[in-house]
Nanobody, 128 residues
Framework: QVQVVETGGGLVQAGGSLRLSCAAS????????LGWFRQPPGKEREFVCA????????YYADSVKGRFTITSDNAKKTVFLQMNNLKPEDTAVYYC?????????????????????WGQGTQVTVSS
């Protein structure tokens, strides 16, 4: 069973950047696909991006394409979310999630219900 812990949140001005980290432990990192989700204040959780296991594809929500980048460092067992050109609407609690299930369709990685392990979340606040 894998555990994931997010770090790197904080307060940033619009147009700025942040890098979130998701450190995994307790499992074989290469066997897991990891995703980032967020929950804005007063709203439901939404998909941000994901990276499939073993060098698989990367998937992004339309709202973050071209601004956010997900990368993986297998040696560090860590997934990073580089967020550039942040906007106030990016304000949310950001969660990292992991699944050991391989999905042949890209859409499944956008579904939070299909992830088995979740972190506690890290707050990102973007001021205007």
């Amino acid at each position: 069973q894998v555990q994931v812990v997010e770090t790197g949140g904080g307060l940033v001005q619009a147009g700025g950047s942040l890098r979130l980290s998701c450190a995994a432990s307790g499992g074989t990192f290469s066997r897991y696909s990891l995703g980032w989700f967020r929950q804005p204040p007063g709203k439901e959780r939404e998909f941000v991006c994901a990276i499939a296991r073993s060098g698989g594809g990367r998937y992004y929500a339309d709202s973050v394409k071209g601004r956010f980048t997900i990368t993986s460092d297998n040696a560090k067992k860590t997934v990073f979310l580089q967020m550039n050109n942040l906007k106030p609407e990016d304000t949310a609690v950001y969660y990292c999630a992991a699944t050991s299930t391989y999905y042949s369709d890209n859409y499944s990685y956008t579904e939070g219900r299909l992830y088995d392990y979740w972190g506690q979340g890290t707050q990102v606040t973007v001021s205007s």
